[in-house]
């Protein structure tokens, strides 16, 4: 089973709750760091990585000798990555997705492929827990072609269980990481931002036709009720539900200020984990 954990903005606790579901399972488990922009589950499982490979799409080149400069190319590439002037070729690579489409409509072959470095796979472990990490380079304006690679990595033998950290928000590197999931988990603070990102993120996950589920995280009793609400309202008119609330816990934040999960930090959380891992379960069979 595919897990993605999701968030409609930064810092609701997302990564916190995906690698606390990985020490929690009861299974054997695999994290998947699909926040390659920021990927940080290796910082707090204090993980090893001991493997690592280049991550690369195909981008154009143009043998100039060759083109006609008869813009074929540059009418089909529906990113506009490659330009086509008088008698010059131009190929903006940062903005090609390395889909093939400019070699393959080419009348004269002129248009060769060659592999262009976005970033960096990772292989690791730490706390017990199994790691695939992916790291996209700095400057590199593209997400998803890195996160495709990552989820590649998985593999056919797959664990029992696989945890999939997403990206904040619900752009396309969330839709990219959430594709093949079987549920999608997301972490929400009970408060007005928290709640107005979790309703689009709700309407996203609607479309994508996925079950899921919201933890409620940073909880602080009776100064939330009227958020608490309307998550819960949202839920209940778009397929959702709450699967546990975790409280605003001074305790959580000096551990994790120390690079601890959240298990580690306030063992007793670790129960709520497993049954939040067990509903889910008991949902998508």
Same mark, same amino acid.
């Given at each position: 089973?595919?897990?993605?954990?999701?968030?409609?903005?930064? #810092?609701?606790?997302?990564?916190?709750?995906?690698?606390? *579901?990985?020490?929690?399972?009861? =299974?054997?488990?695999?994290?998947?760091?699909? @926040?390659? !922009?920021?990927?940080?589950?290796?910082?707090?499982?204090?993980?090893?990585?001991?493997?690592? !490979?280049?991550?690369? /799409?195909?981008?154009?080149?143009?043998? =100039?000798?060759?083109?006609?400069?008869?813009? %074929?190319?540059?009418?089909?590439?529906?990113?506009?990555?490659?330009?086509?002037?008088?008698?010059?070729?131009?190929?903006?690579?940062?903005?090609?997705?390395?889909?093939?489409?400019?070699?393959?409509?080419?009348?004269?072959?002129?248009?060769?492929?060659?592999?262009?470095?976005?970033?960096?796979?990772?292989?690791? !472990?730490?706390?017990?827990?199994?790691?695939?990490?992916?790291?996209?380079?700095?400057?590199?304006?593209?997400?998803?072609? *890195? /996160?495709?690679?990552?989820?590649?990595?998985?593999?056919?033998? !797959?664990?029992?269980?696989?945890? *999939?950290?997403?990206?904040?928000?619900?752009?396309?590197?969330?839709?990219?990481?959430?594709?093949?999931?079987?549920? /999608?988990?997301?972490?929400?603070?009970?408060?007005?931002?928290?709640?107005? @990102?979790?309703?689009?993120?709700?309407?996203?996950?609607? =479309?994508?036709?996925?079950?899921?589920?919201?933890?409620?995280?940073?909880?602080?009793?009776?100064?939330? @009720?009227?958020?608490?609400?309307?998550?819960?309202?949202?839920?209940?008119?778009?397929?959702?539900?709450?699967?546990?609330?975790?409280?605003?816990?001074? %305790?959580?934040?000096?551990?994790?200020?120390?690079?601890?999960?959240?298990?580690?930090?306030?063992?007793?959380?670790?129960?709520?984990?497993?049954?939040?891992?067990?509903? /889910?379960? #008991?949902?998508?069979?």
């Amino acid at each position: 089973m595919r897990i993605t954990v999701a968030s409609g903005k930064g #810092g609701a606790g997302k990564t916190s709750v995906a690698v606390s *579901l990985a020490l929690a399972a009861k =299974e054997e488990c695999l994290l998947v760091d699909c @926040d390659v !922009e920021e990927p940080n589950c290796s910082l707090i499982l204090q993980a090893s990585m001991d493997k690592e !490979e280049a991550a690369t /799409i195909p981008v154009p080149q143009v043998n =100039e000798n060759l083109c006609a400069f008869c813009k %074929e190319c540059s009418k089909s590439c529906r990113f506009h990555a490659i330009m086509i002037l008088p008698h010059k070729a131009v190929v903006f690579e940062k903005m090609c997705h390395g889909c093939g489409v400019c070699s393959f409509v080419c009348p004269l072959d002129a248009i060769s492929e060659v592999p262009r470095e976005i970033g960096k796979v990772s292989w690791g !472990e730490g706390r017990g827990v199994r790691l695939i990490e992916g790291r996209l380079k700095i400057g590199e304006a593209m997400a998803p072609p *890195l /996160i495709r690679q990552v989820k590649a990595k998985i593999g056919h033998q !797959e664990p029992p269980l696989v945890i *999939l950290d997403a990206p904040p928000g619900v752009s396309c590197p969330f839709v990219e990481t959430a594709k093949g999931s079987h549920y /999608i988990l997301f972490v929400v603070e009970p408060t007005p931002f928290g709640y107005h @990102d979790f309703e689009l993120s709700s309407r996203v996950v609607e =479309e994508l036709g996925i079950p899921w589920g919201v933890v409620v995280n940073k909880d602080i009793k009776g100064q939330a @009720d009227d958020t608490l609400s309307k998550i819960r309202e949202t839920c209940s008119n778009r397929g959702g539900s709450v699967l546990a609330m975790l409280p605003f816990s001074l %305790e959580v934040a000096k551990g994790y200020s120390k690079g601890e999960p959240m298990v580690v930090a306030d063992p007793s959380l670790k129960p709520v984990f497993s049954e939040v891992l067990e509903k /889910i379960s #008991g949902g998508v069979q």
